[in-house]
């Protein structure tokens, strides 16, 4: 059973904040790492992908890969109100290159 | 640009009844499709994948079913809908090579 885990929060910071979202996942023969944000009630939307082990930075967000841990997280600099949703994170896996999801972690950002 | 279009939106549906939920990509070919299902406060589970036209592909054994008619269109159906077959389902899309997936809006499903 291949899996990712994540913790489900939920996880509260104060407007300015860096929010950090971390996630783990099973198959070591996993190559592509996804973070989605789903507001409530809404469908996923895709924030930030990484291939390769470091950090990759798009604006506020930095997602960070460790494959050697099969670790992947999530930081949001200068967290924002509307930054208030829950996080998945999903791993490539399959030949069809299905993902796997994690079940979220919900984020609260306090003005 | 590519977009992905699912409906209907909401849908109420009685025990027992049929259901077709439809999926279709425009601005692409050829696009890998897969179905999920969210049930509340839970994370997304996958259905179905298809990489081709006729190509399904099932994850979960239930009493669902996945057809791709044409290149981009991916429709799920039940004959008989079940109480525990509510959720929120969603259609993704990717031109596949490890690309990110792209989600539909989404249809609420309810079952009385």
């Known amino acids: 059973q291949k899996e990712v885990e994540q913790n489900s929060g939920p996880l509260s910071v104060p407007e300015g904040a860096i929010a950090s979202l971390n996630c783990t996942y099973s198959?070591?023969?996993?190559?592509?790492f996804f973070w989605y944000r789903q507001y409530s009630g809404k469908s996923p939307e895709l924030i930030m992908f990484?291939?390769?082990?470091g950090d990759k930075e798009d604006g506020r967000f930095t997602a960070q890969l460790n494959k050697a841990s099969q670790y992947v997280s999530l930081l949001i600099r200068d967290s924002q109100p509307s930054d208030s949703a829950t996080y998945l994170c999903a791993v490539n896996t399959g030949s069809a290159r299905q993902l796997t999801f994690g079940s979220g972690t919900q984020l609260t950002v306090l003005p | 640009s590519q977009t992905i279009h699912q409906w209907p939106a909401t849908l109420v549906q009685p025990v027992g009844s049929p259901l077709s939920l439809e999926c279709t990509v425009e601005g692409t070919s050829n696009p890998n499709l897969y179905w999920y299902r969210q049930a509340a406060g839970r994370g997304l589970q996958l259905l179905f994948y298809s990489v081709g036209i006729g190509q399904i592909s099932s994850e979960v054994p239930q009493n669902l079913s996945a057809s791709r008619p044409q290149d981009r269109q991916f429709i799920l159906s039940s004959k008989k809908l079940l109480l525990s077959d509510s959720g929120f389902y969603l259609c993704?899309?990717?031109?596949?090579?490890?690309?990110?997936?792209?989600f539909g809006d989404g249809t609420r499903l309810s079952i009385l």
């Open positions: 198959d070591r023969g996993s190559q592509s």
């Open positions: 993704a899309w990717t031109p596949g090579g490890g690309q990110p997936q792209h």
């Open positions: 990484i291939y390769s082990n």
